[in-house]
T-cell receptor
């Protein structure tokens, strides 16, 4: 099956700092989504981004499908950004999302 | 527009009992996916259903687990004769137009097996 690797596995920031999270995948994909799992366990959709660049407030994401990676940028981080960020991909001709192991982000005040 | 709904949010069962988890997709969505998240791990696909059809169940254990999405009513994930290793968070997602479409997740059901 397709492999999804996220880096870094853990990230600790001070409030106000910027960060970049990376997602590498091993095969061509038709769908890529970024999620934030908050400390209460809920999965929040951040981006649906099979290719290109999108921005939503302090967050933006870029997927370069031909090079098999995606980046999630968080600017001016806040304590409420803490949690686990997951990348999930749908392999071409597949029917399931395959999740990476996530990046655990902690933003300290 | 209500999101994906799951109930119960928390479920405690003793070993050997049955667990039934329910999922109501977002309005207008006819595709449902179930995922399982073990402690400290990412989510793993279990099964993909459309109304009255199982499209892909390759991620679901062959014994004790079953899923359905009837013409009327919510999707049900059923676990018979639960064991401690079934303790996990079970998430349901729904989509409008198939696997290529964006999937939206419910709040999950946290199953604890004593």
């Amino acid at each position: 099956g397709i492999q999804v690797e996220q880096s870094p596995p853990d990230l600790i920031l001070q409030e106000g700092a910027n960060s970049t999270l990376r997602c590498n995948f091993s095969d061509s994909v038709n769908n890529l989504q970024w999620f934030h799992q908050n400390p209460w366990g809920q999965l929040i959709n951040l981006f649906y981004i099979p290719s290109g660049t999108k921005q939503n407030g302090r967050l933006s994401a870029t997927t370069v499908a031909t090079e098999r990676y995606s980046l999630l940028y968080i600017s001016s981080s806040q304590t409420t950004d803490s949690g686990v960020y997951f990348c999930a991909v749908l392999k071409t001709s597949g029917s399931r999302l395959t999740f990476g192991e996530g990046t655990q982000l902690t933003v300290n005040p | 527009n209500a999101g994906v709904m799951q109930n119960p949010r928390h479920l405690v069962r003793r070993r050997g009992q049955e667990a039934r988890l329910r999922c109501s997709p977002m309005k207008g969505h006819s595709h449902v996916y179930w995922y399982r998240q073990l402690p400290e791990e990412g989510l793993k696909f279990m099964v993909y259903l459309q109304k009255e059809n199982i499209i892909d169940e390759s991620g679901m254990p062959k014994e004790r687990f079953s899923a359905e999405f009837p013409k009327e009513g919510p999707s049900i994930l059923r676990i018979q004769q639960v064991v401690r290793g079934d303790s996990a968070a079970y998430f349901c997602a729904s989509g409008r137009a198939g696997a290529l479409d964006e999937q939206f997740f419910g709040p999950g059901t946290r199953l604890t097996v004593l």
